[in-house]
């Protein structure tokens, strides 16, 4: 990450969800109107890398990211049915779920929780759009390093005693095993009963097909270089056992496969389904 910007993975995230929109045929999975807007000039140079003929691992991540962000908020809306009124956003980016927030849900406190520097580039991005951030959204600088996502949760009006939903996606991958097992604790403890944690892994190499092994070296040697190298991998239920050794009641393991039913034909399927990640649901 340099320092006063967004990391390089909050740019491709965005960039890939404007790419959806300019790119995939309609109905959008995740009508994100916002994140083009959101993205500076390096930012939007980024959408061409997702265009149609490009790299595959790039239209993979064009499918998938909306597909995960749409998978989340299908999750939201069904838990503020049932009563939750709390959605904690961590490594939030430049998500702009707070901009279009559907009707309906008028009672939710919307937390983005991330480093320092992608919170105070966020603002002044906001600034210059003239964007007012909603009343019901708090920005919340956290340093992940040095701060735990509870204690800078309780200098807001965060509610622990109340159930939540919390996002944590493209995360887990890039902290060392100890550290994202530390921040499964700390998020257990922090969270109310019924509450749901939903994130996603990859497999380790061993247990990709051929096509991520021909392109292993490349991603790394890119990952490296942006300074955000990939360093954490859960087989399956390795990762179900971690998450629940670490306080929650249970954990659901969902392959991309599962949502691909969920939202598409797959018969009208242009890409292969994205094998290297998994989606989980951890309930509190």
Request: aromatic letters at 10%; hydrophobic letters at 40%.
């Amino acid at each position: 990450m340099i320092e006063g910007r967004p990391s390089n993975t909050a740019f491709q995230v965005a960039a890939a969800r404007a790419a959806h929109l300019r790119f995939d045929p309609k109905p959008p999975l995740l009508n994100d109107i916002h994140a083009e807007a959101l993205l500076d000039v390096e930012g939007l140079a980024m959408i061409e890398g997702y265009a149609d003929g490009g790299a595959w691992i790039m239209l993979e991540n064009r499918f998938f990211l909306p597909l995960r962000a749409r998978f989340v908020e299908d999750q939201l809306i069904k838990a503020y049915a049932h009563g939750v009124r709390q959605f904690v956003i961590l490594g939030a980016g430049l998500d702009s779920f707070a901009w279009r927030q559907p009707p309906g849900i008028s009672e939710l406190r919307l937390y983005e929780v991330d480093h320092p520097s992608t919170q105070s580039w966020k603002m002044n991005r906001l600034e210059e759009l003239g964007w007012t951030t909603p009343n019901n959204t708090r920005l919340v600088p956290c340093d992940f390093e040095r701060q735990s996502t509870s204690e800078v949760l309780a200098k807001t009006d965060f509610d622990p005693t109340k159930p939540c939903v919390v996002s944590w996606m493209g995360v887990i991958y890039y902290l060392n095993r100890d550290t994202a097992e530390s921040s499964l604790r700390d998020l257990a403890k922090l969270m109310a009963p019924t509450s749901e944690l939903i994130f996603d892994s990859m497999l380790p190499w061993d247990m990709l097909p051929e096509r991520y092994q021909i392109i292993r070296k490349a991603m790394a040697e890119y990952l490296n270089g942006a300074g955000e190298p990939q360093i954490n991998r859960y087989e399956p239920t390795e990762l179900g056992q971690a998450v629940e050794a670490t306080g929650f009641a249970k954990a659901e393991i969902l392959h991309p496969a599962d949502l691909v039913s969920r939202y598409l034909d797959p018969s009208q399927l242009t890409l292969e389904i994205p094998e290297r990640f998994r989606l989980a649901v951890a309930t509190r």
